[in-house]
């Protein structure tokens, strides 16, 4: 065997390793979930749930949404929070330096009348002024404007720094919360004081009609853009953040659907301004604090507790997106390394973030470097068609399966795309995605490692919000 | 060139991973085929079982289902309507259980070795029988699992009596209960007798002290002032902010020189702003605050 030869064995058998690891712990993370999920129904809930919502005591929740230029969807979100089946709600709209009608909607909406500024407290730091704040008649909703800094977080903390509920909810403008799901999020808190966070799913509301927070018509997304990332969420959230959760790992919850014990974010001074994974950014920040402290804590996830949200329709925006996460995975991976393979945070340091760095970070560096490999051995003929054939169909097929997996486990136990037309239509996407949406995905997490490690300006680019959730609601 | 070492590599890769993908795809029919038919099944069995305890809290009712998945789809659905049913309707509909023998299920349920299924016994046993199922059902207090705790403290709110009360707050005492669950139980079950509450506040735990000192003045138990009064100066903050917002409740001028005391007192600097402001509400409330006794915060909220 020549030397050369010899190379790209090694590589291959390098290769080979790396992707039995990532697939053994895949499944891991896949039978963790789904036990844990199957267990979640045997759970007589009705009861707890009926109770929470009727008791007097249950904490107040302060529901954050930060809205800049979110005139097409501001309506439909908070009427979606109006009616969430929870009995201690206060929503807090911050807008941040709208320069569209968000404002004007919300206040012809729901008639807002000027108010005294609340005291802040002064542990979160704000950086774009506070102008004026507004109220509802029941005092139920309050909206703040203020001057932008072009940073959601900043947006966040003007309302964390004024909220009074003992929980805060986050999410985005353009989502809507299913009815129970806040109630779903709030039981576990109410039961056991160490959980300090807690998140559900969030799924793409594309070209889905609403009424009162639940789907009408079609479920599934018309675009096939909007379907990758459906069956991309679904693998994270339903497969993923359940089976992290469950033993403690979980290293994100998603900005657009997040519930924390209001003290626990105070402590940590809110989320970081200049954060472009603010959300990642933030549980990092709790776990490190809890750990810090030397307390007993849990953050928590459940499947269950879906929302919808708006996701990119077209490549551009969906480019923009990935290149920020990826290059906001670069910053905290790169401001929390000292969790990486540290006992004191066990699952999260000695699992969870060794697998976020293998399998976010380097994996599309791997990916197109085995892909370079494959094209390079094809033409000059180091390696055969057939076996770059096969290693593509061995690719393709694992990918596939997970995203299977995350199929029957909604099925079984979520029941929310159950139709066989659906299923198929599912069953396609994932497929497919791996041939058609990955290497898209991957070539963007390169770009955004890249701006990263250079130190490049951040940017959050701009959604054009189509409105997707407005249809029914109201 | 590379074609028969790696072929035989990608090719044994590919027969390991083809047998999963074949599994994969094969379970996804099966789990098509089978969340199908349940659901099915689930929406016709629900529909029956509803009007059957529909019509067995009207008075009448068919006999229950002798399988036990259905007596279990049964129960559950029995206590959703329970817990939304008052009276004679909500008598009947029990009694009906009662009759089919879900007494036994409940019982049965109780020893199970999944929490789950404990605290469905529990929900059961104590919707159907109240008071009665107490002895049952409060060393459940004590479960291992935290959620069967918790669910069987709401539960003993919704169903239980005063009996309840001292379980709930000695499970609050060792920490077996989140103190916002055992009150919102000991609210629920609206006790008459201050004893147990009284002993609650004299308890070395201070999440009890709290929780003891906050129900009296949600329940407005005007007898149990003056234990509530010796908490004005309690060393726990949250004790003390409990027991200024009770003291502010009540409103009773006899608060009133211990309050002001609280306001003037050397300790006043250690007090925070939040609970000055409380003491000086309390004191509005019990009568009225002479102008020169009242305090002045600056911006950050500190007393002047």
Not at chain 1, 29 to 53: N, S
Not at chain 2, 213 to 231: C, D, F, K, N, Q
Request: net charge neutral; glycine share 8%; aromatic share 8%.
């Amino acid at each position: 065997m020549t030397e050369f030869m010899f190379t790209l064995t090694i590589i291959t058998l390098v290769l080979a390793v790396y992707y039995l690891i990532y697939h053994v712990g895949t499944v891991w993370i896949v039978m963790i979930a789904a036990v844990q999920i199957a267990r979640e129904t045997r759970w007589p809930h009705k009861f707890e749930e009926i109770e929470t919502f009727s008791n007097p005591l249950a904490p107040l929740v302060s529901v954050i949404v930060p809205a800049h230029n979110e005139e097409a969807g501001i309506a439909a979100a908070v009427d979606s929070l109006r009616h969430l089946r929870y009995p201690a709600l206060e929503i807090l709209v911050v807008d941040d330096g709208s320069t569209d009608r968000t404002f004007d909607v919300l206040a012809n909406r729901y008639g807002l009348r000027q108010r005294r500024p609340s005291h802040p407290d002064e542990r979160v730091p704000q950086l774009g002024e506070s102008l004026s704040e507004f109220e509802t008649a029941d005092g139920t909703l309050r909206v703040i404007q203020k001057r932008s800094i072009g940073r959601r977080a900043d947006a966040v903390n003007t309302a964390l720094r004024v909220a009074k509920g003992e929980l805060v909810c986050m999410i985005d403008a353009d989502s809507m919360l299913a009815p129970d799901s806040l109630l779903r999020l709030v039981v576990p808190f109410m039961d056991d004081p160490s959980i300090v966070a807690s998140g559900g799913t969030v799924l793409p509301a594309n070209g889905i009609s609403f009424h009162g927070g639940n789907p009408t018509m079609s479920w599934l997304p018309k675009g096939w853009l909007e379907r990758f990332q459906l069956v991309e969420y679904l693998r994270a959230f339903v497969l993923g953040r359940t089976g992290w959760a469950r033993r403690n790992g979980l290293t994100i919850i998603s900005g657009a659907f997040g519930l924390y014990r209001r003290e626990s974010v105070l402590r940590v001074g809110g989320l970081t301004g200049a954060s472009l994974a603010e959300d990642a950014d933030l549980l990092l920040a709790v776990h490190s604090d809890c750990v810090k402290r030397g307390v007993e804590y849990r953050v928590v996830f459940d499947a269950r507790a879906i929302c919808w949200t708006e996701v990119p329709s077209e490549l551009g925006q969906l480019r923009t997106q990935r290149i920020r996460w990826a290059q906001g995975l670069d910053e905290i991976l790169s401001k929390y390394r000292r969790m990486m393979y540290n006992p004191r945070y066990r699952v999260l340091g000695m699992l969870a973030m060794p697998w976020l760095l293998a399998y976010e970070y380097i994996a599309p560096f791997l990916a197109v470097f085995g892909f370079l490999i494959s094209v390079t051995g094809l033409v000059t003929g180091w390696v055969s068609p057939g076996a770059v054939l096969l290693l593509a169909i061995t690719g393709v097929g694992l990918a596939t399966i997970v995203g299977i997996f995350a199929i029957i486990v909604q099925m079984l136990w979520m029941r929310l795309y159950v139709s066989r037309r659906e299923v198929l239509m599912l069953l396609l996407t994932s497929l497919l995605e791996p041939l058609f949406y990955r290497p898209f995905t991957f070539i963007w997490q390169i770009r955004g490692i890249w701006r990263g490690r250079r130190g490049a300006e951040s940017e959050w680019g701009v959604m054009t919000r189509k409105g997707a959730l407005s249809d029914e609601v109201g | 060139m590379l074609t028969l070492r790696l072929s035989e590599f990608v090719l044994v890769t590919v027969l390991v991973c083809a047998g999963p993908f074949v599994l994969a795809l094969l379970l996804l029919l099966v789990a098509v085929a089978y969340s199908r038919a349940k659901a099915r099944r689930a929406s016709a069995n629900r529909e029956k079982y509803l009007d059957m305890l529909i019509l067995a809290s009207e008075g009448a009712g068919d006999p229950a289902p002798a399988r036990r998945a259905a007596r279990r789809e049964v129960a559950d659905l029995a206590v959703h309507l329970l817990s939304n049913l008052i009276g004679q309707e909500y008598r009947q509909l029990a009694d009906w259980l009662l009759r089919w023998g879900f007494e036994g299920d409940a019982q049965e349920w109780l020893g199970s070795r999944s929490a789950a299924q404990r605290l469905r016994g529990a929900v059961l046993l104590l919707l159907m029988k109240g008071e009665a199922a107490m002895p049952a059902t409060l060393p459940l207090l004590a479960d291992l699992h935290l959620r069967v705790r918790s669910g069987v403290a709401r539960v003993l709110g919704y169903a239980g009596t005063e009996v309840a009360v001292s379980p709930v707050l000695r499970a609050i005492e060792l920490d077996l209960l989140a103190p916002s669950i055992g009150m919102m139980s000991i609210l629920r079950i609206y006790p008459r007798d201050g004893a147990p509450l009284a002993g609650g506040m004299r308890s070395d735990s201070a999440p009890l002290r709290r929780v003891a000192a906050a129900s009296v003045g949600i329940l407005e138990m005007h007898s149990l002032r003056e234990p509530v009064e010796t908490l004005l100066d309690d060393p726990d903050e949250s004790v003390r902010l409990a027991a200024i917002e009770t003291l502010d409740r009540l409103a009773a001028p006899g608060s009133m020189a211990l309050l002001r005391a609280a306001l003037q007192s050397a300790d006043t600097a250690e007090r925070g702003a939040h609970e000055l402001a409380l003491i000086e509400q309390a004191l509005m409330s019990c009568g009225t605050v002479p102008s020169e006794q009242m305090l002045d915060f600056d911006e950050e909220g500190d007393a002047l």
